[in-house]
């Protein structure tokens, strides 16, 4: 077994709660096995799974593993408090908002305290946003900061926790594809998700679904991404779905096919039970899963252990990330073709002026 099956292997175990046989595992591999973890920023599941799994370390590598548990454990107790402070303050001005990805979806985890927290995003629509923004400057005395691009989110810090609010959950470079993904978000009933005794705020659970999977196409295709997210994506699979519901997004936005072969990856790697899946995935779809994990396994976490340049600017940077992209867009072009058109005809040449002017 490679260390890539064996992490595999655990992280399974962790996400699904399945025991595996008992074993000792040296030194060296330990310590090649939590690198490769920490590059794909599943730390926290691989150490949880050691520990359920009662795997015999040597005396300084089982220190190491319940250390790292337990400050990604506080880690996420913070974020936790953060993100319910955050709740408190909307909810007494009644300013409507909704928390998305990884601050809500750890939740869903067995073990939730186990996952690598993030930051904490949020979304308020246009009659919230400003009445949001106000609110949290008057009582939190924080300074925003724009994006790179100035044209989906303001972010924050407080109490060393990073807060991304934003007024577009993700911009698509084609206007067709961008009016079907607004209206899904529209369109989403307001839900709730229960975190330390508190009803957090949450999309739908079909657009939370499709919503998480294209932010995780989205960086995936741009700039990397590591098992973390398709972590969160398995574990929002292993939920309840209007499937119907998700086949017509899915076609309406020209995405199934990615859809389905990232299916492919949390069943035949993470574990997941294909009879969970909202839509069916086949032969074609397995195709895609070693191509698609070349990738997350180079670039690890955001791609950031395939950059050659650690400063994300000036030329050489821009051309190195371009032929990147031009290579993901056309490897993976069958993935989703509607998308791939408008980034190869609005969104390169958009970037291509951006990068000129700065």
């Known amino acids: 077994m490679t260390r890539t099956d064996f992490l595999f292997q655990m992280i399974a175990s962790a996400l699904w709660e399945k025991p595996t046989r008992a074993f000792e595992m040296p030194s060296g591999a330990y310590k090649s096995l939590m690198d490769l973890a920490d590059r794909q920023t599943v730390t926290g599941l691989l150490c949880q799974a050691l520990m359920s799994n009662n795997v015999k370390l040597q005396k300084m590598d089982a220190i190491n593993t319940f250390a790292n548990l337990r400050d ?146 989205h960086h995936f295709i741009e700039l990397g991404v590591g098992l973390r997210q398709i972590c969160d994506f398995a574990v929002l699979l292993n939920q309840h779905y209007d499937d119907n519901k998700i086949r017509l997004i899915l076609e309406e936005l020209g995405i199934k096919r990615g859809f389905t072969a990232f299916e492919a990856i949390c069943v035949e790697k993470l574990g997941l039970d294909e009879a969970v899946l909202p839509v069916a995935i086949d032969k074609r779809d397995r195709k895609e899963i070693e191509p698609i994990l070349r990738l997350v396994l180079e670039g690890g976490n955001f791609g950031q252990y395939d950059q050659k340049y650690a400063v994300r600017s000036g030329i050489r940077y821009y051309l190195d990330s371009f032929i990147k992209k031009i290579r993901n867009y056309r490897q993976f072009y069958s993935l989703s073709p509607a998308m791939m058109r408008g980034l190869f005809f609005r969104s390169i040449p958009k970037k291509i002026g951006q990068a000129l002017r700065r």
């Open 72 to 217: 990604i454990q506080d880690m996420n107790e913070r974020l936790n408090a953060e993100l319910i402070a955050l709740c408190s303050l909307l909810n007494e001005r009644h300013i409507k908002f909704v928390v998305v990805k990884g601050a809500t979806i750890g939740a869903l985890y067995p073990e939730a305290s186990s996952r690598m927290p993030g930051d904490v995003d949020f979304y308020c629509d246009s009659d919230n946003f400003e009445k949001a923004k106000a609110a949290i400057s008057e009582t939190w005395k924080v300074e925003y900061r724009e994006d790179d691009t100035g044209e989906q989110h303001i972010s924050f810090m407080h109490n060393a926790i990073m807060f991304e609010m934003h007024y577009l959950l993700l911009e698509l470079a084609s206007p067709r594809l961008q009016a079907v993904f607004n209206k899904m978000i529209a369109d989403s009933r307001m839900c709730f998700r229960r975190i330390d005794g508190v009803d957090v705020p949450i999309l739908s659970p079909e657009a939370e679904l499709i919503y998480t999977y294209l932010h995780l196409y």
